[in-house]
């Protein structure tokens, strides 16, 4: 191999090496901080059982989140399990979209069974989970088979007792929702808060907007769950505008030296492309880097442009995030309905001086054609069109 080959060679080595370095780069911007320390606290001083939703739209980091408060509650539970050695800091497992338009939960209680390590699973899945129930005169007799559904669930919930994990994520737990038009769907949720509820163990559902749909869907798992809103930056606030500024240039910094490229004056294509969200930017990144490594050129403005998403594809994700924002916001008028229904007085806005706000006396409805209370003028005042 000649010399020039040779310095060829190597320059694509290093190429490589800069541009997983750059796709295993992960940053601690706002966002990610304040629903990371939200998620721990929320796992931290919520009711054993409970059930936490992660919402946020698609490419805001959620998997990055998951990462990073997995990391955190390994470190947090390290000498308790240096003296437990069988218990688990958490138990992690994606939903997987099913490929029949039905959730398979035997392939998801697989799949947590492989994640805490249990042995001889397939002889459980083949093996006849049998009770044993007295019959009227008093002798043993063996109740009907069960599913071998039904044996993996109870096997992940004497799991789950035994390793005794902090909490349970499911990543792209919006899957739980694909079901046919012959379940319900709070069916489906009643299965992960049921094996909440017998082992004690937090659960957390982290998935985009199509979560929403398993919000409310009865008053017991509204009493149980929690929401959480990952976020992402919007141009109407200025201060969101200046952190993903410095996030665009922090990813700058992290490109390879051949690949030096300003972005400071093209934050807004670069907002517009990604919607706001830092995980669909540094997809669009690795992307552009590679198209330019592999064509030998330097990193520009129009090999961004041929990377990044299209308009209609950043369309149809904008109102997908707006549709699912709406659905999460509540203002003052949601209070104002709830204490309607309640028989409660309605608030007025808070004082500038106490801000407190003070019930508002309700006003008495009158039937059409009733005139206001006022009193008529009579005498000389009437003579006169003298007003009382």
Sequence with gaps: MSAAACVLDSSRTASAEALRGFESFTMAHPR??????????????????????????????KTTLLRKVQQCLAERLLPQLESEAGQLPFVSVEAIAPDNGNFNWRDHFRRMLLQMQEPLIDYKARSAYVQVDRNAAGQFVASPRIGTGAQMQYAVEQALRHRRP??????????????????????????????????????????????????????????????????????????????????????????????????????????ERSLGCVGILKEWFSRSLNMACRAGRPLSRRTLEQAALSASQCEKILAE?????????????????????????????????????????????RKPGVRRPRRDPIGRAAAAGVPV
């Design 32 to 61: 990610l901080i304040e629903a990371k320390d939200e998620l721990i606290q929320a796992i931290e001083c919520s009711a054993p059982g409970s059930l936490i939703l992660v919402l946020g739209p698609t490419g805001v980091g």
């Design 166 to 271: 902090a909490a349970v994520f499911i990543d792209e737990a919006q899957h739980l929702a694909r079901v046919s038009s012959g379940r319900k769907l709070a069916d489906q949720l009643d299965v992960v808060k049921s094996i909440a509820s017998r082992t004690q163990t937090i659960h957390v559902l982290i998935g985009t907007y199509e979560l929403l749909a398993f919000r409310n869907l009865s008053g017991q798992l509204s009493r149980r769950s929690t929401d959480l809103h990952f976020s992402r930056y919007r141009v109407e606030q200025d201060r969101d505008i200046q952190v993903f500024r410095n996030v665009v240039l922090t990813f700058q910094q992290q490109f390879p030296p051949e690949q030096a490229l300003d972005l400071s004056d093209m934050w807004d294509f670069l907002y």
């Design 321 to 365: 995030t707006r549709e699912g924002e709406n659905r999460l916001r509540e203002g003052p008028e949601s209070s104002t309905r709830l204490r309607r229904l309640l028989g409660l007085p309605e608030l007025s806005s808070a004082t500038p001086d106490t801000g407190i706000a003070t019930p508002v006396k309700p006003s008495a409805k």
